[in-house]
């Protein structure tokens, strides 16, 4: 199937071809075409989607368990944040089955998916 993003797209307004580009958000790489005169943008469809449903993830606080299991402690990750991860990064071609922790903060861990993380942080692409 070819992708909406192999055509070219032509402002309306101005009637001349957009340029295409890539912004990073939240981690996100969202493509979009943008007009060259007036610098209207449209984003590409299916990298919206995925934006929106990661924000409305990303408003859900889950409460989870912290078990021990021999010298360790565990914690259950939700399901819909590991479906969401598996296809995003299925997206991204960077599936990694070994995630990074680390103490953030007194009473903040984060668990990373990706192992490129930092150089990927708020870099425009
Ligand atoms: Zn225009």
Not at 22 to 29: H, Q, S
Not at 50 to 60: D, G, N, P, V
Request: charged content about 35%; hydrophobic content about 35%.
């Amino acid at each position: 199937m070819k992708d909406i993003f192999d055509t070219n797209v032509l402002c309306n307004k101005c009637n001349i071809k957009t340029n295409k580009a890539a912004i990073l958000k939240d981690g996100f790489r969202l493509r979009y075409f943008e007009c060259p005169k007036c610098t209207q943008r449209w984003y590409h469809p299916s990298d919206i989607k995925e934006y929106e449903e990661f924000k409305i993830l990303k408003q859900r606080i889950f409460s989870v368990k912290l078990r021990m299991v021999g010298n360790s402690f565990s914690v259950t990750i939700p399901r819909e944040i590991i479906e969401f991860e598996e296809r995003f990064t299925q997206l991204e071609k960077e599936i990694d089955q070994i995630m990074r922790l680390s103490l953030d903060e007194p009473g903040k861990i984060c668990l990373y998916f990706k192992k490129d993380l930092e150089e990927e942080n708020g870099k425009e692409r």
